[in-house]
């Protein structure tokens, strides 16, 4: 089973540290982290001036990556790692280190790579659209069978259902692909990726998605919403935790993965079957999904105290923003255009589930 972690992994010092000039060449380089890591690959490689490799494979004892070397070059060496925390979210970066003089290095425009937080624009660009795809495939299957449940209307909807099964089965290459983006395109890191705590998340959720296919057929709608409880109890194993309350965070994001998911599908269902029921149906999950993002997002930006000075918090005031907008939408009842509202509200929760918290 995937494993719960605190946050994305920062690295917070190495030995040699970046930009040093060394008398002799290290023996090994060793990286400290925020927290546990599992090298993704050989996680660390280190190019000597001639730009030769000269680093075995890291080794990782907790939050520490050790990777010796063997070398005696004078020179700029050019390191590069890369982890995977936890909780799944990639981290890489760059760093230099000099032995004797600085001196060029046919690999030094690797320390000019742009990142986001602990992954590049690609890859954070992609794992967003992984995120988005899979919870509106969530919200078109799990909460549309739920307004089928409640309206005992099932049948009318396997359209809608159909077309949020594509979208989770999709969502898993896609988030495949963010991961290798966030890391390196080549086999051992692909490799590593397959088999980490996120491989395994993919796996699970690609299995859960092709057997609500198989069980569309039988028209039962219980066993289809169990599995949708299994998918967001995954999705929070792979959330960001709240500090000092290990599983919490993890379970409000389970819960809250599931209102929004049975409000933003009950709207398409009821567009398509409207019931009267639905006023009350739609404010309870609306509710349970702004009360557990609300603790969610207290708790990672202390309280509000840094919504404007952090990437993460800017995203979080903006994302309240847009779901201040539906809840008006909805209370003119302009339910289309509530829906469409939803899901610009997903693509931002998608974006925050993507970012480093500051907490």
């Known amino acids: 089973m995937p494993q719960v972690a605190l946050a994305h992994a920062q690295l917070l010092q190495s030995d040699p540290a970046p930009n040093s000039v060394l008398q002799s060449a290290p023996t090994g380089v060793s990286l400290v982290f925020s927290e546990q890591v599992t090298p993704a690959g050989a996680g660390i490689r280190v190019y000597a001036p001639s730009g030769r490799q000269v680093a075995t494979s890291a080794l990782s004892r907790g939050s520490v990556l050790l990777a010796p070397v063997n070398s005696t070059e004078t020179g700029t060496y050019v390191v590069t790692w890369q982890v995977f925390a936890a909780d799944t979210h990639p981290s890489r970066g760059t760093f230099a280190f000099s032995v004797g003089r600085v001196s060029a290095n046919p690999y030094a425009s690797l320390l000019a790579s742009p990142e986001i937080g602990t992954s590049t624009p690609a890859g954070l660009a ?30 009318r909807f396997n359209r809608i259902i159909g077309t949020g099964v594509i979208l989770l089965i999709a969502a898993e290459p896609t988030a495949l692909l963010g991961q290798l983006a966030s890391l390196t395109f080549d086999g051992d890191t692909a490799l590593a990726v397959l088999g980490s705590s996120f491989g395994r998340v993919i796996g699970l959720r690609l299995g859960a998605a092709l057997l609500v296919w198989a069980l569309m057929a039988a028209g039962r709608s219980w066993p289809i919403l169990t599995i949708g409880g299994v998918i967001a109890f995954l999705d929070g194993f792979s959330a960001h935790a709240i500090p000092g309350l290990p599983g919490a965070g993890q379970l409000l994001v389970a819960i809250h ?11 398409a269902a009821f567009l398509s079957a409207p019931d009267r029921r639905f006023g009350r149906y739609a404010a309870l999950t609306l509710a349970i999904a702004i009360g557990t993002g609300l603790h969610l997002a207290f708790a990672h930006t202390h309280f509000g105290a840094v919504l404007l000075s952090t990437e993460y918090g800017v995203v979080v005031l903006i994302k309240a923003l847009i779901v201040a907008a539906a809840i008006l939408a909805a209370a003119l009842r302009r339910h289309r255009t509530e829906l469409v509202v939803s899901i610009i509200v997903i693509a931002a929760a998608a974006l925050v589930a993507a970012l480093p918290p500051p907490f």
């Not at 993965?257 to 709207?267: E, N, Q």
């Open 257 to 267: 993965v599931s209102a929004v998911g049975l409000w933003v599908g009950g709207i």
């Open 126 to 155: 992609l794992q967003a659209l992984a995120r988005w795809v899979h919870f509106v495939g969530f919200a078109l299957v799990f909460g549309v069978v739920a307004y089928g449940v409640l309206t005992r209307q099932r049948d």
